[in-house]
């Protein structure tokens, strides 16, 4: 059984920073690829972020790139989301995700499994 479980989330002004986590149990962590997603109200779940098995190789969306880093610990089963000069649009329910293989992929429907999500607010 595999379980994620985030952690992180809250309430920031425009321009702060939050660092989500993702603990990760019930699979190999170090074989597999790693992504951050977000669903903001009324709006399809989209792709944030994702990190290869290594953690050498990295993808992000256009609209977080520069602010936003991911990374991850082997040792510890865990991702993480570092989020700067936050914005309002970043707003939304963050989720973490184990990718199908150890590369890195940004669709969706490529992740079988997922966190229950945390909520990022960002007030302007």
């Known amino acids: 059984q595999v379980q994620l479980v985030e952690s992180g989330g809250g309430l920031v002004q425009a321009g702060g920073s939050l660092r989500l986590s993702c603990a990760a149990s019930g699979r190999t962590f170090s074989s597999y690829s790693m992504g951050w997603f977000r669903q903001a109200p009324g709006k399809e779940r989209e792709f944030v972020a994702a990190?290869?098995?290594?953690?050498?190789?990295?993808k992000y969306a256009n609209s977080v790139k520069g602010r936003f880093t991911i990374s991850r610990d082997n040792a510890k089963n865990t991702v993480h989301l570092q989020m700067n000069s936050l914005k309002p649009e970043d707003t939304a329910v963050y989720y973490c995700?184990?990718?199908?293989?150890?590369?890195?992929?940004?669709?969706?429907?490529?992740?079988?499994?997922w966190g229950q999500g945390t909520q990022v607010t960002v007030s302007s």
């Open positions: 990190i290869s098995f290594s953690g050498v190789l990295t």
């Open positions: 995700a184990s990718g199908p293989s150890p590369y890195v992929v940004v669709g969706v429907d490529e992740y079988k499994y």
